[in-house]
């Protein structure tokens, strides 16, 4: 493979993020966009389809001038912790609250690397929690349980 000049890796993830921003535009074509003084419902989805799009196109490029590299397969240790974060979440956000359910799965991620310090990946959930319920609950208001009581 001494002749290729694709970086493999960088191709497909720019493909995969224009066919994001490709089925985001796609989907929400039908919305009213608006100016950026008076916003319609389509002009998020819309604004951000474009930057994924830019970014795309960026790594599309990039993948057909650099140098080949081959993908690393997947580490069965990583796909598991990470599968296994997001399922805590789903399960604990809405029963043990947002503070405990942000801690939680991010100290189950935090197994997917070897070289993770367990001292280190609670103060950083707890920091992440924090400013999840800073974010969502207090600045959004978004209906999110807190505590589970």
């Known amino acids: 493979m001494e002749g290729r000049r694709i970086d493999l890796q960088d191709l497909l993830f720019g493909l995969f993020l224009v066919a994001v921003a490709v ?9 009213r966009v608006g100016t950026a003084a008076n916003m319609g419902p ?3 989805p819309r604004a951000i389809a474009v930057a994924v799009l830019g970014f795309g196109l960026f790594f599309v490029v990039r993948g057909l001038v650099a140098p080949f590299k081959g993908i690393t397969p997947p580490q069965p240790r990583a796909v598991v912790f990470i599968l296994a974060a997001v399922a805590a979440f789903a399960l604990l956000v809405t029963t043990a609250g947002l503070m405990i359910a942000s801690v ?3 100290v189950i991620a935090g197994f997917a690397s070897r070289e993770t310090r367990p001292l280190e990946t609670i103060l950083f959930g ?7 319920v800073l974010l969502f609950v207090q600045a959004l208001k978004l209906p999110v349980p807190i505590w589970p009581w």
């Open 126 to 132: 707890s920091a992440m929690a924090v400013g999840a």
């Open 104 to 106: 939680v799965t991010i």
């Open 23 to 31: 089925f985001t535009a796609v989907a929400t074509w039908s919305l």
């Open 42 to 44: 389509g002009y998020m």
